[in-house]
């Protein structure tokens, strides 16, 4: 599981030896602010939990993956080499399979 922005700050804060007075002073906020984005009873903008990151000499990274949805990309392209015909035989096949409770067809030519 990701850290939450509250442990992301409290662990740089504690890896550069600042205090939240500090590090309040540098952002020009509280302590109490950044106690409650510490114990995570507000959720900061991004903006800000880059800002306060960059006053602790760290920078904020946010990355994207691809999201695993279970559809078997492989099986999409190995149906769209047939023909029109193979693919309408095949659906036609694993419909069949369904409304008779048979195991679905898994060759390109079944």
């Given at each position: 599981?990701?850290?939450?922005p509250?442990?992301?700050?409290?662990?740089?804060?504690?890896?550069?030896?600042?205090?939240?007075?500090?590090l309040?002073?540098?952002?020009?906020?509280?302590?109490?602010?950044?106690?409650?984005?510490?114990?995570?009873?507000?959720?900061?903008?991004?903006?800000?939990?880059?800002?306060?990151?960059?006053?602790?000499?760290?920078?904020?990274?946010?990355?994207?993956?691809?999201?695993?949805?279970?559809?078997?990309?492989?099986?999409?392209?190995?149906?769209?080499?047939?023909?029109?015909?193979?693919?309408v035989?095949?659906?036609?096949?694993?419909?069949?399979?369904?409304?008779?409770?048979?195991?679905?067809?898994?060759?390109?030519?079944?």
């Open positions: 599981m990701e850290p939450s509250g442990e992301l700050l409290r662990a740089a804060r504690s890896r550069h030896g600042v205090s939240q007075a500090r309040a002073t540098r952002a020009s906020t509280t302590q109490s602010a950044i106690s409650r984005i510490e114990r995570d009873q507000v959720s900061p903008s991004v903006e800000t939990l880059r800002s306060l990151l960059y006053l602790l000499g760290e920078d904020l990274e946010l990355g994207v993956a691809e999201r695993d949805t279970g559809v078997d990309r492989t099986m999409i392209r190995e149906r769209l080499e047939l023909s029109a015909g193979e693919r035989d095949y659906g036609t096949s694993f419909t069949d399979s369904l409304i008779q409770g048979r195991r679905a067809p898994t060759g390109a030519g079944a």
